[in-house]
Protein backbone atom coordinates (compact mmCIF):
# COMPACT_ATOMS: atom_id res chain seq x y z
CA UNK A 1 0.00 0.00 0.00
CA UNK A 2 1.42 3.18 -1.00
CA UNK A 3 2.01 6.31 1.43
CA UNK A 4 -0.25 8.81 1.89
CA UNK A 5 0.76 12.33 1.46
CA UNK A 6 0.34 14.88 3.85
CA UNK A 7 -2.83 16.35 2.26
CA UNK A 8 -4.43 13.81 2.49
CA UNK A 9 -3.98 12.78 5.93
CA UNK A 10 -4.81 16.40 6.50
CA UNK A 11 -6.54 18.31 3.51
CA UNK A 12 -7.11 21.59 5.00
CA UNK A 13 -3.69 21.95 3.92
CA UNK A 14 -4.45 21.43 0.21
CA UNK A 15 -4.75 25.09 -0.40
CA UNK A 16 -1.51 26.00 1.10
CA UNK A 17 0.26 23.59 -0.80
CA UNK A 18 -0.94 24.53 -4.13
CA UNK A 19 -0.15 27.96 -3.72
CA UNK A 20 3.27 27.06 -2.39
CA UNK A 21 3.43 24.82 -5.58
CA UNK A 22 2.50 27.76 -7.89
CA UNK A 23 4.84 30.16 -6.75
CA UNK A 24 7.92 27.88 -6.84
CA UNK A 25 6.53 26.84 -9.82
CA UNK A 26 6.72 30.47 -11.68
CA UNK A 27 9.58 30.97 -9.98
CA UNK A 28 11.40 28.26 -11.48
CA UNK A 29 10.73 29.61 -14.87
CA UNK A 30 12.00 32.86 -14.20
CA UNK A 31 15.22 31.02 -13.60
CA UNK A 32 15.32 28.14 -16.41
CA UNK A 33 17.51 30.80 -18.68
CA UNK A 34 14.54 30.49 -21.19
CA UNK A 35 12.95 33.07 -23.65
CA UNK A 36 9.26 32.95 -23.00
CA UNK A 37 6.99 33.58 -25.59
CA UNK A 38 4.56 36.58 -24.85
CA UNK A 39 4.06 38.68 -27.83
CA UNK A 40 0.60 38.19 -30.25
CA UNK A 41 -0.24 39.04 -33.74
CA UNK A 42 -3.21 40.08 -35.22
CA UNK A 43 -1.48 39.43 -38.31
CA UNK A 44 -1.53 36.06 -39.30
CA UNK A 45 1.49 34.42 -40.74
CA UNK A 46 1.24 33.12 -44.73
CA UNK A 47 2.39 29.80 -44.86
CA UNK A 48 0.10 26.93 -42.88
CA UNK A 49 1.96 24.18 -41.40
CA UNK A 50 -0.88 22.22 -39.72
CA UNK A 51 -4.17 22.38 -38.59
CA UNK A 52 -6.66 20.01 -36.75
CA UNK A 53 -10.53 20.06 -34.74
CA UNK A 54 -11.58 18.77 -31.85
CA UNK A 55 -14.91 18.06 -30.79
CA UNK A 56 -15.34 19.59 -27.23
CA UNK A 57 -19.00 17.57 -26.38
CA UNK A 58 -18.20 14.17 -25.13
CA UNK A 59 -21.90 12.49 -23.96
CA UNK A 60 -19.75 9.66 -22.70
CA UNK A 61 -18.42 11.25 -19.53
CA UNK A 62 -21.20 9.18 -17.49
CA UNK A 63 -21.59 12.92 -15.92
CA UNK A 64 -23.95 15.55 -16.31
CA UNK A 65 -23.42 17.44 -19.79
CA UNK A 66 -23.85 20.85 -17.54
CA UNK A 67 -20.06 19.68 -17.30
CA UNK A 68 -19.15 19.87 -20.88
CA UNK A 69 -20.75 22.99 -21.13
CA UNK A 70 -18.67 24.70 -18.33
CA UNK A 71 -15.66 22.89 -20.30
CA UNK A 72 -16.59 24.64 -23.30
CA UNK A 73 -16.47 28.20 -21.39
CA UNK A 74 -13.61 27.23 -19.77
CA UNK A 75 -11.80 26.39 -23.12
CA UNK A 76 -12.73 29.07 -24.71
CA UNK A 77 -11.52 31.38 -21.56
CA UNK A 78 -8.00 29.59 -21.72
CA UNK A 79 -7.86 29.82 -25.68
CA UNK A 80 -7.62 33.74 -25.27
CA UNK A 81 -4.41 33.94 -23.91
CA UNK A 82 -3.03 31.48 -26.46
CA UNK A 83 -4.65 32.46 -29.60
CA UNK A 84 -2.12 34.45 -32.38
CA UNK A 85 0.46 33.77 -29.48
CA UNK A 86 3.86 34.30 -31.79
CA UNK A 87 6.87 31.90 -31.03
CA UNK A 88 9.96 33.69 -32.36
CA UNK A 89 13.47 31.57 -33.00
CA UNK A 90 14.67 30.35 -29.43
CA UNK A 91 11.85 31.31 -28.15
CA UNK A 92 9.55 28.60 -25.96
CA UNK A 93 5.79 28.40 -25.44
CA UNK A 94 4.44 27.51 -22.42
CA UNK A 95 1.03 26.55 -21.68
CA UNK A 96 1.02 27.59 -18.05
CA UNK A 97 2.96 31.09 -18.67
CA UNK A 98 0.15 32.09 -20.85
CA UNK A 99 -3.02 30.68 -19.48
CA UNK A 100 -2.21 31.13 -15.78
CA UNK A 101 -4.06 34.43 -15.56
CA UNK A 102 -6.97 33.39 -17.90
CA UNK A 103 -9.57 33.57 -14.84
CA UNK A 104 -7.78 37.25 -13.58
CA UNK A 105 -11.54 39.28 -15.00
CA UNK A 106 -13.91 36.10 -15.36
CA UNK A 107 -13.65 33.00 -13.34
CA UNK A 108 -13.64 29.33 -14.90
CA UNK A 109 -16.51 27.33 -13.82
CA UNK A 110 -16.66 23.61 -12.66
CA UNK A 111 -15.53 21.51 -15.06
CA UNK A 112 -14.55 17.12 -15.01
CA UNK A 113 -10.58 16.97 -13.78
CA UNK A 114 -9.01 13.42 -13.21
CA UNK A 115 -7.60 13.90 -9.26
CA UNK A 116 -5.96 10.94 -7.43
CA UNK A 117 -6.78 8.94 -10.27
CA UNK A 118 -10.64 9.79 -9.81
CA UNK A 119 -12.37 11.46 -12.53
CA UNK A 120 -14.48 15.13 -10.09
CA UNK A 121 -15.89 18.13 -11.10
CA UNK A 122 -13.67 20.66 -10.00
CA UNK A 123 -12.67 24.95 -10.78
CA UNK A 124 -11.45 25.07 -14.28
CA UNK A 125 -11.88 21.93 -15.11
CA UNK A 126 -11.67 20.14 -18.55
CA UNK A 127 -8.41 22.20 -19.95
CA UNK A 128 -6.84 19.57 -20.98
CA UNK A 129 -8.57 19.29 -24.24
CA UNK A 130 -6.59 22.56 -25.27
CA UNK A 131 -3.20 21.26 -24.24
CA UNK A 132 -4.50 17.82 -26.24
CA UNK A 133 -5.03 19.37 -28.90
CA UNK A 134 -1.75 22.07 -28.69
CA UNK A 135 0.52 18.73 -28.37
CA UNK A 136 -0.96 16.89 -31.57
CA UNK A 137 -0.16 20.30 -33.73
CA UNK A 138 3.40 20.16 -32.29
CA UNK A 139 3.94 16.92 -33.01
CA UNK A 140 3.41 18.22 -36.66
CA UNK A 141 6.08 20.62 -36.49
CA UNK A 142 9.65 21.28 -36.65
CA UNK A 143 9.39 22.49 -32.60
CA UNK A 144 11.02 20.27 -30.00
CA UNK A 145 8.98 19.20 -27.22
CA UNK A 146 10.79 19.53 -23.72
CA UNK A 147 8.11 18.85 -21.46
CA UNK A 148 4.85 16.82 -21.90
CA UNK A 149 2.89 14.27 -19.52
CA UNK A 150 0.41 12.08 -20.45
CA UNK A 151 -2.50 11.46 -18.88
CA UNK A 152 -1.92 8.75 -16.09
CA UNK A 153 -4.92 7.31 -16.65
CA UNK A 154 -8.42 7.68 -18.65
CA UNK A 155 -12.19 7.10 -17.10
CA UNK A 156 -13.91 7.55 -20.13
CA UNK A 157 -13.27 7.20 -24.25
CA UNK A 158 -12.21 10.70 -25.44
CA UNK A 159 -13.62 12.54 -28.30
CA UNK A 160 -10.15 12.61 -30.38
CA UNK A 161 -10.45 8.51 -30.45
CA UNK A 162 -9.46 8.46 -34.18
CA UNK A 163 -6.14 10.03 -33.07
CA UNK A 164 -3.43 7.70 -32.27
CA UNK A 165 -3.11 6.64 -29.47
CA UNK A 166 -1.10 8.02 -26.13
CA UNK A 167 -0.86 11.80 -28.31
CA UNK A 168 -2.13 13.91 -25.68
CA UNK A 169 -1.41 15.77 -23.21
CA UNK A 170 -2.30 16.93 -19.60
CA UNK A 171 -1.43 19.86 -17.67
CA UNK A 172 -2.12 20.54 -14.04
CA UNK A 173 -0.63 24.14 -12.38
CA UNK A 174 1.69 23.98 -10.40
CA UNK A 175 2.48 20.39 -11.13
CA UNK A 176 2.79 19.49 -15.01
CA UNK A 177 3.22 21.69 -18.10
CA UNK A 178 2.85 21.81 -21.71
CA UNK A 179 6.59 23.12 -23.23
CA UNK A 180 8.42 23.77 -27.04
CA UNK A 181 11.20 25.20 -27.71
CA UNK A 182 11.77 27.09 -31.12
CA UNK A 183 15.00 25.74 -31.96
CA UNK A 184 15.04 26.52 -35.70
CA UNK A 185 14.87 29.84 -37.49
CA UNK A 186 11.34 30.43 -38.74
CA UNK A 187 9.08 31.98 -36.39
CA UNK A 188 5.67 30.36 -36.02
CA UNK A 189 2.48 30.85 -34.43
CA UNK A 190 -0.63 29.50 -33.46
CA UNK A 191 -4.61 30.24 -33.56
CA UNK A 192 -7.04 28.25 -31.69
CA UNK A 193 -10.79 29.40 -32.89
CA UNK A 194 -14.33 27.90 -32.23
CA UNK A 195 -17.94 27.12 -33.06
CA UNK A 196 -20.96 25.82 -30.63
CA UNK A 197 -19.23 22.35 -30.96
CA UNK A 198 -16.04 22.11 -32.52
CA UNK A 199 -12.20 23.35 -31.34
CA UNK A 200 -10.04 24.51 -34.56
CA UNK A 201 -6.27 25.09 -34.15
CA UNK A 202 -3.48 25.94 -36.51
CA UNK A 203 0.30 26.44 -37.01
CA UNK A 204 1.16 28.88 -39.48
CA UNK A 205 5.15 29.97 -39.79
CA UNK A 206 6.72 32.83 -41.33
CA UNK A 207 8.48 30.93 -43.86
CA UNK A 208 7.79 27.45 -45.80
CA UNK A 209 8.18 24.08 -43.92
CA UNK A 210 9.28 21.67 -46.08
CA UNK A 211 8.68 19.05 -44.37
CA UNK A 212 5.11 16.54 -43.92
CA UNK A 213 4.86 15.01 -40.46
CA UNK A 214 2.96 12.05 -40.24
CA UNK A 215 2.33 10.40 -36.78
CA UNK A 216 1.32 7.30 -35.91
CA UNK A 217 1.73 4.15 -33.42
CA UNK A 218 3.77 1.33 -34.35
CA UNK A 219 1.99 -0.63 -31.67
CA UNK A 220 -0.37 -0.50 -29.22
CA UNK A 221 -0.81 -3.27 -26.40
CA UNK A 222 -3.40 -3.58 -23.79
CA UNK A 223 -2.30 -5.16 -20.49
CA UNK A 224 -3.90 -6.30 -16.95
CA UNK A 225 -2.19 -6.41 -13.81
CA UNK A 226 -4.06 -6.92 -11.18
CA UNK A 227 -7.59 -5.70 -11.44
CA UNK A 228 -6.03 -2.84 -13.70
CA UNK A 229 -5.87 -2.22 -17.76
CA UNK A 230 -3.22 -0.64 -18.85
CA UNK A 231 -2.58 0.98 -22.43
CA UNK A 232 1.14 0.86 -23.92
CA UNK A 233 1.24 2.69 -27.53
CA UNK A 234 4.50 3.05 -29.55
CA UNK A 235 4.47 6.81 -30.73
CA UNK A 236 5.87 6.99 -34.45
CA UNK A 237 6.83 9.81 -36.76
CA UNK A 238 7.21 9.50 -40.54
CA UNK A 239 8.91 12.37 -42.04
CA UNK A 240 8.66 13.40 -45.49
CA UNK A 241 10.59 16.44 -47.37
CA UNK A 242 8.46 17.56 -49.70
CA UNK A 243 11.23 18.48 -52.17
CA UNK A 244 12.90 15.36 -52.70
CA UNK A 245 10.70 12.84 -51.17
CA UNK A 246 12.92 11.36 -48.62
CA UNK A 247 11.35 9.65 -45.50
CA UNK A 248 12.69 9.23 -42.23
CA UNK A 249 11.09 7.57 -39.81
CA UNK A 250 11.45 8.36 -35.85
CA UNK A 251 10.34 6.88 -32.86
CA UNK A 252 8.95 9.55 -30.60
CA UNK A 253 8.16 7.75 -27.15
CA UNK A 254 5.71 5.09 -25.81
CA UNK A 255 2.76 6.27 -23.67
CA UNK A 256 1.22 3.99 -20.51
CA UNK A 257 -1.93 5.15 -19.63
CA UNK A 258 -4.27 2.94 -17.13
CA UNK A 259 -8.04 2.68 -18.91
CA UNK A 260 -10.62 2.85 -16.51
CA UNK A 261 -13.84 1.91 -19.18
CA UNK A 262 -14.80 -0.61 -20.61
CA UNK A 263 -13.11 -1.28 -23.70
CA UNK A 264 -14.72 -3.05 -27.13
CA UNK A 265 -15.25 -7.13 -26.73
CA UNK A 266 -12.93 -7.62 -29.97
CA UNK A 267 -9.42 -5.79 -27.98
CA UNK A 268 -7.04 -8.47 -26.51
CA UNK A 269 -5.60 -8.25 -23.29
CA UNK A 270 -2.79 -9.63 -22.06
CA UNK A 271 -1.65 -10.83 -18.91
CA UNK A 272 1.31 -9.05 -16.68
CA UNK A 273 4.50 -7.42 -18.35
CA UNK A 274 3.31 -3.61 -17.50
Known amino acids: MSRKRLTQIFPFLLPLRKWQRKKFFYLKMRLDGYRYAQRKSEKILPNLVFETSIPMLNE ?3 FDMKYQFNKVYNLKLAAKTIDKIIIEPEETF ?8 ADRYQKYKD ?3 VINGKTVA ?15 MFLHTPLTVIER ?6 SFPSTTEDFPKGTDATVNEGWLDLKVCNKTENTFQIEVDFDDNTMY ?5 KNVVNIEYSVFNSSVTYRKLGEKIYQIASVCSIETDRDSG ?12 QIG ?14
Open 60 to 62: NSG
Open 94 to 101: SFWQLVRR
Open 111 to 113: GLN
Open 122 to 136: SYGGGLCMLSDMLFW
Open 149 to 154: HGHAAL
Open 201 to 205: GRILA
Open 246 to 257: RKTERKLYVNRC
Open 261 to 274: YRLPDNIKIEEGGV
